[in-house]
């Protein structure tokens, strides 16, 4: 088992440009969640998904957009990147009962210049 | 603004001595859940209390929830230099049981 699989590891764009962050997970987990933490500080909620077909913002989802069609998959879209948005970001997962705990990618480190 | 705070931001110690992280929300908290993540990694799961009052133990690592569940601890005794890293707590708010929100997070450093 992968477990939770982001893609790409690095990333440079220029101010401006778009992408997208990919999410995949092979537990079978209902919820979804896409954090940033800019360096030295903590995570912050950017989107969260609690089944396929259903999203919800988190405390920082301005300039971000994300889609569930799937389960597995919960892509985290840039349409036009800043600087501010220069931060490491983390999928991550969570089996969806009560209290379950989340269990993370390895990351997106992301530059925006 | 940040609704989970933790306390101290930074700490450093000998190895073998003592550690304390605290977790402060301005809300209460339906559960908590602690976190560990070491430099250039991504947070693991260590922990997780739910009930007022509640005190759990994992060898050296002593987790409490507070009786109004607002706030928690974690304490470390004998630190030893693979306990490098920064300590998150994590909480639902406001009584969702889906949207967990971390604290601001303890980086603890282990001089040998």
């Known amino acids: 088992n992968a477990g939770v699989t982001q893609t790409p590891k690095f990333r440079i764009l220029k101010i401006g440009q778009s992408m997208t962050l990919q999410c995949a997970q092979d537990?079978?987990?209902?919820?979804m969640y896409w954090y940033r933490q800019d360096p030295g500080m903590g995570l912050k909620l950017i989107y969260y998904?609690?089944?396929?077909?259903?999203?919800d913002k988190g405390e920082v989802p301005n300039g971000y957009n994300v889609s569930r069609s799937t389960t597995e998959d919960f892509p985290l879209r840039l349409e036009l990147a800043a600087p501010s948005q220069t931060s490491v970001y983390f999928c991550?997962?969570?089996?969806?009962?009560?209290?379950?705990?989340?269990?993370f990618g390895n990351g997106t480190r992301l530059t925006v210049t | 603004g940040q609704q989970v705070m933790q306390i101290p931001q930074y700490q450093h110690v000998q190895e073998g001595e003592d550690f304390t992280t605290y977790c402060n929300s301005s809300t209460t908290l339906s559960n908590i859940q602690w976190y560990k993540q070491r430099p250039g990694g991504h947070p693991v799961f260590l922990i997780q209390l739910v009930k007022s009052g509640e005190v759990k133990k994992q060898k050296r690592l002593t987790f409490q929830f507070g009786e109004a569940k607002k706030n928690s601890s974690l304490h470390i005794t004998a630190t030893q230099t693979t306990d490098v890293g920064t300590y998150f707590c994590a909480g639902f708010i406001g009584g969702a049981t889906n949207k967990l929100i971390f604290g601001t997070g303890t980086l603890l450093a282990v001089q040998p």
């Open positions: 998904s609690v089944g396929a077909g259903i999203t």
């Open positions: 991550a997962t969570a089996q969806g009962t009560y209290n379950s705990p989340l269990h």
């Open positions: 537990m079978n987990h209902n919820y």
